[in-house]
């Protein structure tokens, strides 16, 4: 959302008369346009300009990839782009496309100027990805018929179309299909004062009064990313509620995000779980991943892939050739005091993974 839209909200509340179904207002959190879309302005600017030129050109707007990680708006930038282009948007995913038939059947019902939104584009089968090239710069797929010495391939021309693609691990998408892409933008964690914002826009949509205490509460709870601000903001609706409070200040979001087990640095269960673990139970490391999952009762890639990246972010924790380590801020934040033999990413018993050898996770 502009500034000069966000700023004619009240400073200090912000209130709305509409009173839509639940299910309608989660639906409207997300922004339509992308002078609505809070955040990412290097990518907005450069993503406005393409498909503006598209419109002067009267053709479909370029291949677009999105990377980034999980929550900061690539699906939202997919619908706005269809909007945007005024073209109809067909979602679907990589893990859903096993067989180049399956990519087949959606390229050949495609109809001209319409978006394509794949996400998890890294996770799409080889051999649709390989038909996938042909696709994106000569729309055109070559379908094999019969087997064998026998088979032959029937080209089938496909209408002008856009594939915007979204991956979380841009890494893992081979260089032909990255380079197919006229357009490529990094989602970047968001700042506080933009989530402030993103929050603003939120309540007003589910006729919520809140302080701006209270969404600086809320955004510093939020890991720099809107999808856990928007539900943060929806739990703390839902205590409010019940408790039958109309005005929410930070005093009231507090209470409700503490119910929720989430901290001031938006830490939750399992984060502090893997850090009171580590800590405790391993002299603060290093210790192997799958030891500190089993100490949590979660599966090795849940902590890998849930709570790791944060903590790693937030210097909470580190990765080391020898195993993950907790990191000063960690006793610090859990207010453990370093035991004279504690040592972060120092020789102990605990250096090796669970088949004694050195983890090669790195």
Same mark, same amino acid.
């Given at each position: ?120 584009? *890294? ?152 850090? *009171? ?55 610090? *934040? ?29």
């Amino acid at each position: 959302m502009s500034s000069d839209r966000q700023g004619s909200a009240d400073s200090n509340v912000v209130s709305s008369g509409s009173d839509p179904e639940d299910r309608a207002v989660e639906a409207a959190l997300r922004p339509r346009t992308l002078d609505d879309f809070v955040g990412q302005k290097r990518v907005r600017n450069q993503l406005s300009l393409v498909l503006e030129a598209s419109r002067l050109r009267g053709r479909s707007a370029d291949h677009v990839l999105l990377s980034g990680p999980p929550g900061l708006g690539k699906t939202t930038l997919a619908m706005i782009i269809a909007a945007e282009m005024n073209a109809p948007l067909r979602i679907t995913s990589g893990p859903a496309i096993q067989h180049a038939g399956d990519l087949a059947a959606i390229l050949s019902s495609l109809t001209e100027g319409e978006v394509l939104f794949l996400d998890e584009i *890294h996770r799409m089968s080889r051999p649709a990805e390989e038909m996938l090239y042909m696709a994106m710069e000569d729309f055109r797929v070559d379908i094999v018929v019969g087997k064998g010495a026998g088979a032959t391939a029937i080209p089938l021309e496909l209408p002008p179309f856009t594939l915007v693609g979204a991956t979380t691990r841009a890494g893992l998408l081979p260089g032909p299909l990255r380079d197919r892409f006229g357009f490529t933008g990094h989602l970047e964690f968001y700042s506080s004062q933009e989530l402030e914002l993103v929050l603003r826009r939120s309540a007003m949509l589910m006729d919520m009064r809140v302080t701006s205490s209270a969404f600086a509460e809320v955004a510093g709870r939020s890991r720099g990313t809107p999808r856990i601000s928007n539900r943060l903001l929806r739990r703390v609706r839902d205590w409010a509620l019940v408790h039958k409070v109309d005005h929410i200040d930070d005093t009231a979001a507090c209470a409700a995000l503490d119910m929720y087990e989430v901290d001031e640095r938006g830490l939750d269960r399992l984060d502090r779980a893997v850090l *009171h673990a580590l800590i405790t139970k391993f002299d603060g490391g290093p210790v192997g991943l799958s030891t500190i999952a089993i100490a949590v009762g979660e599966e090795p890639e849940t902590v890998e892939t849930v709570a790791e990246p944060f903590l790693v972010r937030e210097g909470l924790l580190g990765r080391t050739p020898r195993g993950r380590i907790a990191m000063p801020a960690a006793w610090e *934040h859990l207010g453990l005091e370093r035991a004279g033999n504690a040592q972060s990413g120092a020789e102990n018993s605990y250096l090796l993974d669970d088949e004694g050898e050195v983890p090669n996770w790195l």
